[in-house]
């Protein structure tokens, strides 16, 4: 009680303008990076070379050695050549990408360029929003969000993941399905715009999604919601869990992928509760 009236004290007051500009200034600077990074991805390639380099150890003279070295170049960049892999990793065997608009080739890197400057920008962004918010936060509130950092991306990318390796191959094979079933007469393409962005928004959604266990403690541990009200209103965990697979879905399987996610995050939820009871245990027994 003593040191949290010692942060009341130590906290100043400034006018409401102060914040807005400091406010500006951080998203000036988050916008700065996720320009630059996209930039990066958008308009500069990648390349390995493999060379030989003197190595007289064990026996050795010389010792092979791949360098990466980047290059500008907007039709070879970073994002093409993710595309490129998308193309060979996802793709069905039977279906054929296909250009509808003339600028598909050109939004598909955008897309995957946008992505990737905001995961590798990712840093950047939480220490701007840190810094924004911390002189506001009290001390036990700082060391709570400091301990969420890394396992917030963990689960983000673990999401991602989740998303590229299991749902896109799952969903596509699936439609592959559906379209052989009506005939010859349909040929089995796709637009390289709507794939891109499909795997791009699944992604980033299934990311999100599984933040849902972190979400949960962290508003435990803030003594927001007790652990037993997650576990009492289980229910309503499951429903809220299936609206939101209905939402990120593609919703062209026929109920299939919806309800893999959905049972996913309906897993995630009781995983959320369960840590938020250990939360609310450690918490008990360090008062006593």
């Known amino acids: 009680m003593v040191e949290r009236t010692k942060e009341i004290v130590n906290m100043e007051e400034r006018p409401l303008i ?9 998203l000036k600077r988050i916008f700065i990076s996720l320009l630059i990074t996209f930039l990066i991805y958008f308009m500069i390639g990648v390349q390995f070379i493999t060379t030989s380099l003197p190595f007289p150890f064990f026996g050795l003279k010389y ?3 791949t360098i990466p070295y980047l290059y500008p170049s907007i039709f070879n960049s970073i994002a093409v050549q993710l595309t490129q892999v998308f193309i060979y990793d ?7 990408l296909i250009i509808i608009n003339l600028f598909d080739p050109l939004f598909a890197s955008f897309y995957i360029s946008l992505y990737l400057a905001l995961f590798t920008s990712i840093p ?4 701007e929003i840190w810094a924004f918010i ?9 060391r709570l969000l400091k301990s969420t950092l890394i396992p917030a991306f963990l689960l983000f990318a673990l999401g991602s993941s989740f998303a590229y390796f299991i749902l896109i191959p799952l969903m596509l094979k ?10 010859p007469a349909v040929l089995s393409t796709l637009g390289l715009r709507s794939f891109i962005s499909t795997i791009m928004t699944l992604m ?13 403690t962290g508003l435990t541990a803030m003594e927001i919601v007790k652990s037993t009200t997650w ?6 965990g499951v429903l809220i869990s299936f609206i939101i697979a209905w939402i990120i879905s593609p919703g062209t399987t026929g109920g299939i992928i919806e309800t893999v996610i959905g049972l996913i995050l309906s897993s995630l939820f009781f995983v959320g509760a369960i840590a938020s009871k250990l939360v609310e245990k450690k918490r008990y027994i360090k008062q006593k």
């Open 18 to 26: 102060e914040h807005l500009r400091e406010l500006a200034y951080r």
């Open 63 to 65: 010792i092979l050695v």
């Open 90 to 96: 996802e793709l069905p065997k039977g279906v054929k």
């Open 124 to 127: 950047i962004i939480v220490r």
């Open 134 to 142: 911390a002189p506001g936060l009290y001390e036990h509130e700082k």
């Open 174 to 183: 699936i439609v592959l399905i559906y379209a052989k079933a009506l005939g």
């Open 204 to 216: 980033i959604a299934t990311g999100l999604a599984f933040e849902l266990p972190l979400i949960m």
């Open 231 to 236: 576990l009492q209103n289980w229910r309503w």
